[in-house]
């Protein structure tokens, strides 16, 4: 019986429960004293010698250290022109390759597109004054096919690529991800990111959001979570992209 179970547990001079809160009673007071850290931090912090060699400090040669030539070259270029090689000469069309000039013209363009929004990226090289942009329209050229005038920057909007689509191993794969058509870029950009910052000991890591299109059916409504390591500047140092949970309930980076 629970009786006789209960006596078995029974000891001369235990402590019931409530002398044992009475004992460990929590009392709460109005120190705020900061506690000091376990061990000092000894960790060389601050801009590494990549950046501190740089012959001018600008906002374009600080782009080229985490935006380098060899995402621009290596990625973009490359297979931005292997994607239609593969898919156009299938149906016999004809399409101009890319070269790196045009593609950091390309990136050049998003960024200006990213400071002054239009309804359209179309707005841009509209003939309508209050909506043409004289700047960003002479950057590339208007060709015209079937009778009906295109953009080159559209052509490259719809065929920009990042990796090798012949290559992605399957849904069923073991090597499966979902970020697989710009995880190079990632990759490389998080190295990038690393090598210009020798962290220092106020980290904060936390989730932050890309905006992206309102999406009412999804949990996160609105762009892609991703987890970032950043200090007090608020310098990513690094980061992942969530790409959901794993079969085992675990969330996936």
């Not at 600080?62 to 060899?70: E, G, H, M, R, Y």
Request: proline share 4%.
């Amino acid at each position: 019986s629970k009786k006789e179970e209960n006596k078995e547990w029974e000891t001369e001079g235990l402590i019931s429960h409530s002398e044992l809160l009475k004992f460990y009673k929590t009392k709460w007071d109005k120190d705020s004293t900061r506690i000091s850290p376990p061990s000092h931090f000894a960790q060389c912090s601050g801009l590494t010698q990549i950046v501190k060699d740089l012959s001018e400090v600008t906002p374009y040669n600080l782009f080229k250290l985490l935006i380098t030539d060899d995402i621009t070259e290596t990625h973009l270029f490359f297979q931005t022109n292997l994607y239609p090689q593969q898919n156009f000469q299938k149906n016999n069309k004809i399409y101009k390759p890319t070269d790196s000039a045009e593609i950091n013209t390309f990136i050049g363009i998003n960024l200006l597109m990213g400071m002054k929004q239009l309804p359209s990226y179309r707005d841009y090289w509209s003939t309508r004054l209050i909506l043409h942009d004289p700047y960003i329209s002479k950057l590339t050229t208007v060709h015209r096919r079937n009778s009906n005038n295109f953009l080159r920057f559209g052509w490259l909007l719809s065929n920009v690529h990042l990796n090798d689509n012949n290559l992605m191993p399957g849904r069923n794969s073991n090597n499966f991800d979902k970020l697989y058509k710009v995880r190079p870029f990632l990759e490389k950009l998080r190295t990038n990111f690393k090598m210009c910052l020798n962290l220092d000991k106020n980290l904060a890591v936390d989730e932050s959001m890309i905006k992206l299109k309102y999406m009412p059916g999804k949990p996160v409504k609105r762009g892609y979570k991703v987890w970032m390591i950043a200090n007090e500047t608020g310098y990513c140092w690094d980061f992942d992209i969530y790409t959901g949970k794993t079969t085992t309930g675990v969330e996936k980076i």
